[in-house]
T-cell receptor, first 118, second 114 residues
Framework: NAGVMQNPRHLVRRRGQEARLRCSPMKGHSHVYWYRQLPEEGLKFMVY????????ESGMPKERFSAEFPKEGPSILRIQQVVRGDSAAYFC????????????????FGAGSRLTVL | AQKITQTQPGMFVQEKEAVTLDCTYD???????LFWYKQPSSGEMIFLIY??????QNATEGRYSLNFQKARKSANLVISASQLGDSAMYFC???????????FGPGTRLSVLP
């Protein structure tokens, strides 16, 4: 009964390279959220996806960042041409159902992926 | 507009004492859920407690209870009998029915003193 699996746990990239962060939601969960956390700060929402659909990407920078949650396979957060300011912990979380009328659908978090840009 | 406010960047409490972590929220949605998460120094996010906007009673989970005051739009977390292992960051979060998104507050760092 694996929880939310994120990999890699740690990723080091040089400026200008690409970073790909993967997230496999909990079994039975069809909703995935990505958050970014800078050191000593809270979690900033980036994007909310269901299978094959982006529901809300209002927190994602318009350039260089993209996310997908394909029908098969994990959700991917992709950062192109990374800059030092992208260094952060990126958390993925999943939930079972849409909240509407279905009670408390708690977000279950992965352990996070820590990106360091040199 | 800030949807979740946590006014205490840091709090100290003596071991075995109770502590209240403040959280106020802003929404016009009549249906929403409020959540508290704990983030220890190891970094993982741990769900603690949930309160629904229509719940009549305050939520409790072991040593955690949520002091829900709907009219004041506050959802304070009360930790009773603090333990050293309670030292961590604590985040209040809200999910609106129509917004579907989870929004987190800036967090409160709790330090439990021996």
């Amino acid at each position: 009964n694996a929880g939310v699996m994120q990999n890699p746990r740690h990723l080091v990239r040089r400026r200008g390279q690409e970073a790909r962060l993967r997230c496999s939601p909990m079994k039975g969960h069809s909703h995935v959220y990505w958050y970014r956390q800078l050191p000593e700060e809270g979690l900033k929402f980036m994007v909310y996806l269901q299978k094959e659909n982006i529901i809300d990407e209002s927190g994602m920078p318009k350039e260089r960042f993209s996310a997908e949650f394909p029908k098969e396979g994990p959700s991917i957060l992709r950062i192109q041409q990374v800059v030092r300011g992208d260094s952060a912990a990126y958390f993925c979380a999943s939930s079972r159902l849409n909240y509407k009328g279905s009670g408390a659908n708690v977000l279950t978090f992965g352990a996070g992926s820590r990106l360091t840009v040199l | 507009a800030q949807k979740i406010t946590q006014t205490q960047p840091g709090m100290f409490v003596q071991e075995k004492e109770a502590v209240t972590l403040d959280c106020t929220y802003d929404t016009s949605d009549p249906s929403y859920g409020l959540f508290w998460y704990k983030q220890p120094s190891s970094g993982e996010m741990i769900f603690l407690i949930y309160q629904g906007s229509y719940d009549q009673q305050n939520a409790t989970e072991g040593r955690y209870s949520l002091n829900f005051q709907k009219a004041r739009k506050s959802a304070n977390l009360v930790i009773s009998a603090s333990q050293l292992g309670d030292s961590a960051m604590y985040f209040c979060a809200m999910r609106e029915n129509y917004g579907q998104n989870f929004v987190f507050g800036p967090g409160t760092r709790l330090s439990v003193l021996p």
